[in-house]
Each structure stands twice: as structure tokens, then as C-alpha cells.
């Protein structure tokens, strides 16, 4: 949050999401992206961290159903995007952020990129 240039912020939070996601990228198998979200949600699930894979306009999703990382997200919503990030990098597609817990909806959702 103390960095002030978003060039460096956003480099930072990809490198953070990068060294996460290989530490995780093995363990998420499947050929279809359903298979390889139900791998993440049961990684997540083994953290104790509640998420749901869902199925929206034909396309799966990802609700987090409890922020990992509750107290820097208050404070910096960057925090949302890097998980999203953590999500592309394991899922091999682009996730977007399409509902966040910090905007008043009930969980973070995810949904890849059409």
C-alpha cells in the first residue's frame, strides 16, 4: 500500500501472484477449466477456506466465500485483484473479478475471460 507508483505496485502483486501460483500449479490437474476449479476448490478447501464452484451463463466460476486475506483487503483492494491474478496464473485463463465482498456482494466471484 506504502508503494506509490502503480507500475511498481502492479509488477509486485503479479510477482506475489506468480510465486503463489507455483507453489499451488501442480496440484490443480484436469482437462476442462470446471475440473481444474474444482482442483483449486479443493486445495482452498484443504486451507480452510470456503469456495464454490458455480456454473453462469454456461461458463464456471469461483466464489470465494471468505477473503483469505480479510485485513489487507479493507484497506487495499488490490489485494482482490492479485487473487484474481493467483487464479489465472493456476487456472492457465484469465479471471476476472466480477463481484467482491468490499462492494457489499455476498462473496468474491470469478469468472474467466470470454
Same mark, same amino acid.
Given at each position: &500500500? /506504502?508503494?506509490?507508483?502503480? *507500475?511498481?505496485?502492479?509488477?509486485?502483486?503479479?510477482? $506475489? @501472484?506468480?510465486?503463489?501460483?507455483?507453489?499451488?500449479?501442480?496440484?490443480?490437474?484436469?482437462?476442462?477449466?470446471?475440473?481444474?476449479?474444482?482442483?483449486?476448490?479443493?486445495?482452498?478447501?484443504? &486451507? /480452510?477456506?470456503?469456495?464454490? *464452484?458455480?456454473?453462469?451463463?454456461?461458463?464456471?466460476? $469461483? @466464489?470465494?466465500?471468505?477473503?483469505?486475506?480479510?485485513?489487507?483487503?479493507?484497506?487495499?483492494?488490490?489485494?482482490?485483484?492479485?487473487?484474481?491474478?493467483?487464479?489465472?496464473?493456476?487456472?492457465?485463463?484469465?479471471?476476472?473479478?466480477?463481484?467482491?465482498?468490499?462492494?457489499?456482494?455476498?462473496?468474491?466471484?470469478?469468472?474467466?475471460?470470454?
Amino acid at each position: &500500500r /506504502q508503494i506509490e507508483g502503480p *507500475v511498481v505496485r502492479t509488477g509486485l502483486t503479479a510477482r $506475489i @501472484s506468480r510465486r503463489l501460483a507455483s507453489m499451488y500449479t501442480d496440484q490443480v490437474t484436469g482437462d476442462s477449466l470446471e475440473q481444474r476449479m474444482q482442483a483449486v476448490k479443493a486445495l482452498f478447501e484443504d &486451507r /480452510q477456506l470456503p469456495v464454490a *464452484v458455480e456454473t453462469r451463463d454456461k461458463l464456471p466460476v $469461483i @466464489s470465494v466465500e471468505a477473503c483469505p486475506y480479510p485485513d489487507l483487503a479493507e484497506h487495499d483492494r488490490e489485494i482482490c485483484h492479485m487473487e484474481g491474478m493467483l487464479f489465472s496464473e493456476i487456472l492457465g485463463v484469465e479471471m476476472n473479478l466480477t463481484s467482491c465482498e468490499l462492494d457489499g456482494d455476498c462473496n468474491c466471484t470469478f469468472e474467466p475471460s470470454s
